[in-house]
């Protein structure tokens, strides 16, 4: 197979796609693809027409074609997906059932329980017993798409791992890392405690740009303790999930843990969350169970993310989920993404085995790993080929539910932890960065958080931490420059509009793009001159709209030739790679920890100024027009490097005059640098610290115990 590469496209055989639409493209989003296509090749082989065979039947659960009798009586859950414009027939051959088995047993028949009828997904959710639900699907078979089971969803925190316990993960640091910090610690600043998380995100950086200020942060889990003084309680709102489950409750403790992550208040007491002026919008799902811990099914995650989407959110943080893949439930949260640009984001899970957890695992949602205090991944974190993002999740600080002080802070651990982190970095983007087009902007967003993660372990994206540890500040600056506007797919077009084959309009290319059907199907059929494969987008028909401009080459896609455009203005350290009189440990990253502004900011000065005066972080610097040319600009080294990655520390003075690559320096090409176009400062000239070897990228000089003693 020949792929390539560039940002968030791959450059597949003959055509470009998407890097989700890659995932799904190799079976990933669901393991039970390839039970389908086995089912559907043996009706093909097995029975005498096999069009009308193929078409008729549908896929289904495994105890629908194989199960006994004796599991007849037993209760089945499922999804069934109708055909265009059949829902009425579908329910009036569920009626006439339920007609029937009352007039055979009066009082004794059990009635299909319709537990939700989500119309965009075309999907009724039913309860029924199994052999009325197999009657149910051989009487309305000409109105079904799909059967599946309706597979459980819990909370992705193990017991044992909610102790606590610290991680001593070996540290898999080794090739490819230069001077970026990996050691963090909790602060108590003026009487409220900064989570090493909150800091490792970068989220310091960025608060004085965007704090998350009026975007909404869907929390699917177990409510919020909203009588908590550590929130605030005007950016509080949810959902009641019945009379009886009460949004703003949580007796489990979880959901407010996660929800302190992300908006904390900003105060003296308790912590501070990432986004701590974000709105939380909690829908409370898991009710039941010990303290309230339960669980819940895949629709009633369809049916909270409905809630989500209804009150305005632009992200969604699920710290749960379940082993079983359903159609149904990936189709939501593709279209959530797609349609609605709302990012949705959840636990990869706790089990450390490679099995895929879901929703995390589909495509159109983030998946996230755990990592420690030392940017090691998690013990417990699960690895495999979804996991696009790492976040703190080992011990880690957030509200107590109950705790009337706000100062009885909780420890938890899980991949759960991790998550509200990474939604909460997306919340910090989404204010600055959300424009008039929600479904370019959520491209954008999570395309700048993966290419400016820290990357960690094996080099470039891995199973273990994907493309790394999310870096809230990288990712601001990234946008801000306008380098990580990602690409979008040429729209394409079924061609003929609204084509459908030779045996009506029943079979219209939204019915190809169901399972395999393209593939069995694709090629006969036509009708107006074409098959499906022709016509049909989904198919790989259809035509698109303007011609790729990638060459399929491994010539960088983001070229000068793409004129800069003016970013909207940012803040830049002014002079770049500023550090105070006593030494470029003392940079500008130095002084975002903790309170190093306020104890520090007016002496020390070098290089005619105080930290905050050179300082963005400490509220001085310069707001820059700059843009980095060429756009994209990474070093010989690879993407890794690129000019975010000289923004921190003095990787600019260090090594922005060498690894020249497109034609320059990274003093050249990087606003940070000094470089890049219309920039209006001037940079730190500095004589020492050449880079040598190896070894000299790995010393960390982000440590700034001996400065605290000033
Ligand atoms: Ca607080
Ligand atoms: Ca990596």
Same mark, same amino acid.
């Given at each position: ?9 791959? =450059? ?38 096999? #069009? ?144 090493? +998380? ?32 550590? =929130? ?18 949580? !007796? ?39 303290? +309230? ?117 909780? !420890? ?7 998550? /509200? ?30 290419? !400016? ?76 001159? #074409? ?20 060459? /399929? ?10 004129? /800069? ?109 000094? +470089? +890049? ?34």
């Amino acid at each position: 197979m020949l792929y390539c590469i560039f940002g968030d496209f791959i =450059f597949l055989n003959t055509q470009y796609v998407s890097f989700s639409d890659y995932k799904s493209l190799r079976g990933n989003d669901g393991n039970d693809k390839s039970a389908v296509e086995e089912v559907r090749r043996e009706l093909v082989l097995k029975e005498g027409d096999p #069009k009308t065979n193929g078409k008729d039947d549908f896929s289904k659960p495994g105890w629908a074609t194989n199960g006994s009798e004796a599991q007849d009586d037993e209760e089945g859950r499922v999804f069934i997906q109708y055909k265009p414009n059949a829902k009425g027939g579908l329910k009036k051959d569920m009626d006439d059932l339920d007609a029937e088995d009352e007039a055979a047993s009066p009082g004794q028949s059990k009635k299909f329980d319709v537990k939700y009828e989500f119309d965009d997904l075309e999907t009724y959710v039913i309860i029924a017993p199994k052999g009325k639900l197999k009657r149910l699907m051989n009487r309305s078979k000409n109105n079904i798409v799909l059967v599946e089971d309706d597979p459980i969803r819990e909370l992705v925190v193990d017991p044992l791992v909610m102790e606590g316990t610290l991680e001593n993960a070996e540290d898999s640091y080794d090739s490819n890392h230069r001077n970026l910090q990996t050691s963090f610690t909790d602060q108590l600043i003026s009487g409220q405690w900064r989570p090493y +998380g909150v800091s490792m995100v970068q989220a310091p950086q960025v608060w004085p740009y965007s704090t998350g200020a009026g975007v909404k942060v869907c929390v699917i889990d177990s409510g919020i303790y909203r009588a908590s003084p550590d =929130f605030v309680t005007a950016n509080l709102s949810g959902d009641d999930t019945s009379t009886s489950i009460l949004w703003y409750q949580d !007796t489990c403790k979880h959901g407010t843990h996660c929800s302190g992550t992300i908006a904390g208040k900003n105060d003296s007491i308790g912590v501070v969350g990432v986004a701590y002026n974000a709105k939380i919008h909690s829908i409370r799902v898991f009710s039941s169970g010990t303290n +309230g811990c339960g669980w819940s099914y895949a629709s009633g995650l369809i049916g909270a993310s409905n809630l989500c989407k209804a009150a305005g959110a632009k992200v969604i943080s699920m710290s749960l989920g379940g082993g079983g893949a359903s159609t149904t439930e990936s189709n939501q949260f593709q279209s959530l993404y797609t349609n609605d640009g709302i990012l949705s984001v959840a636990a990869a899970g706790n089990s450390a085995n490679s099995e895929y957890l879901y929703p995390a695992s589909y495509p159109s949602v983030m998946s996230v790993a755990a990592v420690d205090s030392n940017s090691n991944i998690a013990s417990f974190s699960q690895f495999n080929d979804q996991v696009d993002i790492a976040a703190p999740g080992v011990s880690t600080k957030s509200v107590n539910s109950g705790d009337t002080t706000g100062n009885n802070v909780l !420890t938890y651990s899980g991949t759960s932890m991790a998550t /509200p982190h990474v939604a909460a970095v997306a919340a910090l983007l989404f204010e600055k960065f959300s424009t008039s087009n929600p479904k370019q902007d959520v491209i954008n967003i999570r395309n700048a958080m993966q290419v !400016t993660a820290q990357d960690r372990g094996a080099a470039g994206r891995d199973n273990q931490f994907g493309y790394g540890i999310v870096k809230a500040w990288n990712a601001y600056q990234c946008l801000s420059s306008g380098s990580c506007v990602a690409d979008v797919p040429p729209p394409c077009t079924d061609n003929p509009v609204g084509w459908y084959d030779i045996d009506g309009p029943t079979y219209s290319c939204a019915w190809y793009a169901q399972g395999s059907n393209c593939a069995t199907f694709g090629n006969s059929y036509a009708n107006f001159g #074409k098959t499906a494969n022709q016509a049909c987008c989904v198919c790989g028909g259809g035509v698109t709209g303007p011609a790729p401009t990638k060459s /399929p080459t491994s010539t960088p896609s983001r070229s000068p030739s793409k004129s /800069p455009t003016k970013s909207p203005g940012v803040c830049v350290d002014n002079p770049q790679g500023w550090y105070d009189i006593d030494g470029p440990t003392y940079s500008c990253p130095w002084y975002a920890q903790g309170s190093n502004c306020a104890t520090y900011g007016n002496s020390y000065a070098n290089f005619g100024k105080t930290a905050n005066q050179a300082c963005c972080v400490c509220g001085g610097g310069i707001v820059s027009t700059c843009t980095d040319n060429p756009v994209g600009w990474y070093d010989i080294d690879g993407p890794t490097y690129s000019c975010s990655w000289y923004a921190q520390g003095s990787n600019c003075a260090s090594f922005g005059n060498s690894y020249a690559n497109f034609g320059k320096t990274a003093n050249q090409a990087c606003c940070v640098c000094g +470089g +890049g176009s219309l920039y209006a400062g001037i940079s730190v000239q500095s004589g020492g610290n050449q880079k040598k070897t190896g070894e000299d990228k790995k010393q960390n000089n982000g440590n700034g115990n001996t400065k605290g003693l000033k």
